[in-house]
């Protein structure tokens, strides 16, 4: 039986109390979807330091790469897109947060068309460098 990667889903929580990004990812096992998720935590970050903002990032990636590859499944089969399901869990990570800062580093490695089509909003300060 081959999994297929269904759809890449981000859900930020970074309310007061929650402090967490949520990256979730659907497969599918057999006739059931099952949906993988992993909660990122900004508990202690401050968003407003570059430093910081890198380590979220970081742990986006890191997240994204957990969900993707092997994340908490079992009798799963990996996902046949690895780079695509990794590629769709981090912009939609980046779009859902909606940080200036986040977006910049994204776009380090990442084209601007790549953004936009995970309608990551680029800002305008961001899109003239």
Same mark, same amino acid.
């Given at each position: 039986?081959?999994? =297929? #990667?269904?759809?890449?889903?981000?859900?930020?929580? !970074?309310?007061?109390?929650?402090?967490?990004? &949520? &990256?979730?990812?659907?497969?599918?096992?057999?006739?059931?979807?099952? %949906?993988?998720?992993?909660?990122?935590? %900004?508990? +202690?970050?401050? !968003?407003?330091? /570059?430093?910081?903002?890198?380590?979220?990032y970081t742990r986006l990636?890191?997240?994204?790469?957990?969900?993707?590859?092997? +994340?908490?499944?079992?009798? &799963?089969? /990996?996902?046949?897109?690895? =780079?695509?399901?990794?590629? =769709?869990? &981090?912009?939609?990570?980046?779009? %859902?947060? =909606?940080? #200036?800062?986040?977006?910049?580093?994204?776009?380090?490695?990442?084209?601007?068309?790549?953004?936009?089509?995970?309608?990551?909003?680029? /800002?305008?300060?961001?899109?003239?460098?």
């Amino acid at each position: 039986m081959y999994t =297929k #990667t269904a759809v890449q889903r981000i859900a930020s929580l !970074l309310g007061a109390t929650a402090g967490c990004v &949520l &990256l979730a990812g659907n497969v599918m096992a057999g006739d059931h979807n099952v %949906t993988e998720s992993y909660h990122v935590n %900004t508990r +202690g970050l401050d !968003l407003s330091q /570059p430093a910081d903002v890198q380590t979220l990032y970081t742990r986006l990636q890191n997240a994204a790469w957990f969900v993707c590859a092997r +994340g908490m499944r079992a009798d &799963l089969v /990996p996902v046949e897109d690895f =780079k695509g399901c990794y590629e =769709k869990s &981090l912009g939609d990570a980046v779009r %859902t947060i =909606k940080r #200036t800062m986040v977006t910049q580093i994204y776009l380090a490695t990442h084209t601007r068309q790549e953004a936009e089509r995970h309608g990551i909003e680029v /800002p305008a300060q961001v899109a003239s460098k």
